[in-house]
């Protein structure tokens, strides 16, 4: 069973940054891809950005494009991603998560099949 865990998580001011982390056991990612997804109360899990591991090609939600960027590390298996710029609505548990899907980036919540934990971001007004 793969296994996800999210940190980074925590309290900002509008405008500031925030960089969370996806950490994973050796070979978790592979050549698959990591996204990352968010989930405010009384709203469906959102798609934020993806990545193939064994590559560069990432996609954005347009939401947060321009002011995320998403990367990992292949020697600590983690995932990142760096939020500039926040805004109260970007308020939310954020999920990294992984998918097995091969070519297109996968965008959508099934496409997935393990997550983490999730880490609570919260931006003030």
């Known amino acids: 069973q793969v296994q996800l865990v999210e940190s980074g998580g925590g309290l900002v001011q509008a405008g500031g940054s925030l960089r969370l982390s996806c950490a994973a056991s050796e070979r978790t990612f592979g050549s698959y891809y990591m996204g990352w997804f968010r989930q405010a109360p009384g709203k469906e899990r959102e798609f934020v950005a993806a990545m193939r591991w064994n590559g560069d090609t990432t996609t954005y939600a347009d939401s947060v494009k321009g002011r995320f960027t998403i990367s990992r590390n292949y020697a600590w298996n983690t995932v990142y991603l760096q939020m500039n710029s926040l805004r109260p609505e970007d308020t939310a548990v954020y999920f990294c998560?992984?998918?097995?899907?091969?070519?297109?980036?996968?965008?959508?919540?099934?496409?997935?099949?393990?997550w983490g934990q999730g880490t609570q971001v919260t931006v003030s007004s």
């Open positions: 998560a992984r998918s097995m899907q091969w070519g297109t980036i996968p965008t959508q919540n099934h496409e997935y099949d393990y």
